[in-house]
């Protein structure tokens, strides 16, 4: 018995290590593996194969100018092209290649992030702004994709939701909720896949730097069920439409707020609930916190897209606010619609945190706010 | 890139975007320092039977109380999600920052309309949109003096070349950039007018690498019109067809389009 199971385990590490071989594109052929991106010291090295290309060129995030200021990689043996760079600076950045006026993804990177509908290779350069990004030590928490009942927007709709390392074990614990919300063109995904909310939150918890919580991500789009990625027909949505002003809000605060608090073990208290978002989500949270004053005590509307009036800001002011994070770029396209907001929260006396970042309206400043704000809430 | 950042959500009725079927919205209003971008404005159209987009860019300076020349500038053919394509240029061709730097360097300033061509080529039902929907009303929206000319790149330069041959008088000029176009239907089109002094001047750019379309077929167009007696310039560079390249083309098809208004 003891041979035969030794038989197989030896076959299965034979069999494991082969197929691990394939994944790292080992060629029977004796091929050197093609590697990309590969990071030394201070440069960065992209490599693709491409034997009929006339020009390949690279196209990256870091650039100021991306569509306009790609660059030319050379051909080298094999017909392997390759360009090296001076290392960016640690962030998260997408890239692709050009191969002949068409955009290419990296073959040989298996980190992407899904964009709407597109996936771009990622490049994750390591240091200190990007140091809760990759992933946790030891303790991760859970992602998963509840789906609620909206009478509201008539359909069932797809959340994703983070629990936090010892959600399972701990069952007599309760938890504080953090909603957050993407922007257009997102969905449930996008703050999992380029705000990398898991990442920072378990990072963050990790390091004792955040509260343990649970983390919402709604589908903030009406008319969408869930990510067009799972191929779900979409309801044709006029926001024009009296009767749909306000409606995603709506099924937000009064139909997934009591889902979580009913299927999770969440606090139902507004000093254990906090709402954020950035650009339309930005929006959905001012929105969300004129419509529901009482119901949110944490309030962060990142490069929002929206704004409330002084008499708006009163009442919550009076309803009762822990803590307003108000985040923007200041070359963002909305800038000076923070700063009114900043202005306007200013005179109504609504102390806040008004917290400005460099750049602009770009997934970089919205980790950045996360893994800023996350550290403040339920303290 | 995910496109519709700015969509406004359901909001307070302090951002209710106003109804901007006289082509103007606030909430969309990208307040630049000098000039001014509008994104997805919105015409129902007639001719196509649904509503089309469209992005307008207002020069550094402009003044509500006069009238300015107008450059009608096309996209090229994506696939996938289209109901954004009239913020190609300015995305990915940065025609925002361009614009702003050729008026800042003593440049002809004018009104630039950006269209969402879908996948229509500029031809048909669309080009009726064109010339009967959208120019009038957005030139009267916007304060449009009656000059305009008409750029565009690949499928932006075949409908470039088609709109400005087939309406010759009503452009100063034509410039396209990696144009698909049609030798037979076009050459068709420079006969069809026995006065060929109508014509607006062209202008051809196309890179030297370019793959997708038949640089071929272009110049032999561009000849085809000189020897009638057009005014063509041609202009073969080294580049392939991706936005690099038109960002190239953009402050120079400005100049030229800019000295056809004088």
Known sequence: MKRILSTLALGLAILGTLQAQELTNFSLWGQKPIVSPEIQNDSVTFRLKADYATVVKLSGSWMPNPWGGTIDMTRGENNVWSVKIPLPAPEIYTYNFVVDGVAVNDPQNVLVQRDGTRYLPMLLVPGER????????????????????????????????????????????????LYLLHGAGGDEEAWT???????????????????????????????????????????????????NRDAYVKSLCTEIVPFIEKNFRAIAKPSSRAIAGLSMGGGHTISASILYPEMFDYICPLSAAGTATPEQIATLKKAGVKLYFLACGNTDFLFQGAEEMHAKLNEQGLEHIYFVSDGGHVWSNWRLYLNTFAQKLFK | MALGILVPSACNKATQPVDDENGKSNLIDLLGKEDKLYQDL??????????????????????????????????GYESGDQSHLDRCWVEKGNAREIAKQYVKDGGVPMIIVMPNGLSDFYMGAWEQYFHEELMPKVEKAFGGNGKRAIAGLSMGGFGTTYNALKYPDKFTYAYAMSP?????????????????????????????????????????????????????EYIARDGIHYWDFWQECLPKALKKVGESFK
């Open chain 2, 180 to 232: 698909a176009v049609g030798y037979d239907m076009m050459k068709g089109m420079v006969d069809a007018q026995s006065d060929k002094s109508v014509f607006p001047p062209f202008t051809f750019e196309v890179g030297n690498q370019d793959t997708t379309v038949s640089n071929a077929d272009t110049e032999n167009l561009a000849n085809y019109m000189k020897e009638q007696g057009l005014q063509v």
């Open chain 1, 193 to 243: 896949s380029m705000g990398r909310a898991a990442q920072i939150l378990d990072n963050l918890i990790e390091k004792g730097l955040a509260e343990p919580m649970i983390v919402v991500m709604p589908n903030g789009n009406p008319g969408q069920a869930a990510a067009r990625t799972l191929n779900i027909p979409e309801k044709a949505y006029d926001w024009r439409d009296p009767a």
């Open chain 1, 130 to 177: 990007t140091e809760n990004y990759g992933e946790a030590k030891l303790k991760h928490g859970t992602v998963s994709h509840p789906w609620y009942h909206s009478e509201i927007l008539g359909m069932e709709r797809r959340l994703t939701v983070y629990t936090p390392y010892g959600y399972e074990q701990n069952t007599k614990k309760k938890y504080p909720v």
């Open chain 2, 42 to 75: 919105t015409i129902q159209s007639a001719y196509k039977g649904q509503k089309m987009t469209y992005s307008v860019w207002l020069p550094n300076g402009y003044d509500e109380n006069k009238t300015y020349p107008v450059l009608y500038l096309l996209h």
